[in-house]
C-alpha cells in the first residue's frame, strides 16, 4: 500500500507562483512514476505531469515552460513548481503514484487532492 498526501495550494494570483508537494508513505520502494493530475469544476480529470524514478519528466503542453515536477533524494516527496499562474490553472491537483504489485498488474494509488485558484 501507498499512501499519497498533497499539501501546497491556496488562492494566488494570475503571474504568480506555488509549489505543491506530495508526501508518499507505506510501500514507497514500490514506485515506479509518479504524477500530477488536476481537475477543474465540471470538467474531466487531466494528466498535468510524470517523473519516473529515472528522473525522466514529461509535461502536459499546457503547462510545459511554466510547471516544473521533481522528487527529492530519498524519493518520499514529489512537488511541483507551478509559474506564470493563469486563471485556467484552477483546478483541484492530485497526486498519483504507480506502483508495481508483481506479480500482478501495476496499481495506482490517489491522493486526495489539493485546491489551486488563480484570480484574475
Known amino acids: 500500500q501507498v499512501q499519497l498526501v498533497e499539501s501546497g495550494g491556496g488562492l494566488v494570483q494570475a503571474g504568480g507562483s506555488l509549489r505543491l508537494s506530495c508526501a508518499a508513505s507505506?510501500?514507497?520502494?514500490?514506485?515506479?512514476?509518479m504524477r500530477w493530475y488536476r481537475q477543474a469544476p465540471g470538467k474531466r480529470r487531466d494528466w498535468v505531469a510524470t517523473?519516473?524514478?529515472?528522473?525522466?519528466?514529461n509535461y502536459a503542453d499546457s503547462v510545459k515552460g511554466r510547471f516544473t515536477i521533481s522528487r527529492d533524494n530519498a524519493k518520499t516527496t514529489m512537488y511541483l513548481q507551478m509559474g506564470s499562474l493563469k486563471p485556467e490553472d484552477t483546478a483541484v491537483y492530485y497526486c498519483?503514484?504507480?506502483?508495481?504489485?508483481?506479480?500482478?498488474?501495476?496499481?495506482?494509488?490517489w491522493g486526495q487532492g489539493t485546491q489551486v485558484t488563480v484570480s484574475s
Open positions: 498519483y503514484a504507480v506502483a508495481s504489485n508483481t506479480p500482478y498488474p501495476d496499481h495506482g494509488y
Open positions: 507505506g510501500s514507497i520502494f514500490k514506485i515506479k512514476s
Open positions: 517523473i519516473t524514478n529515472g528522473d525522466s519528466t
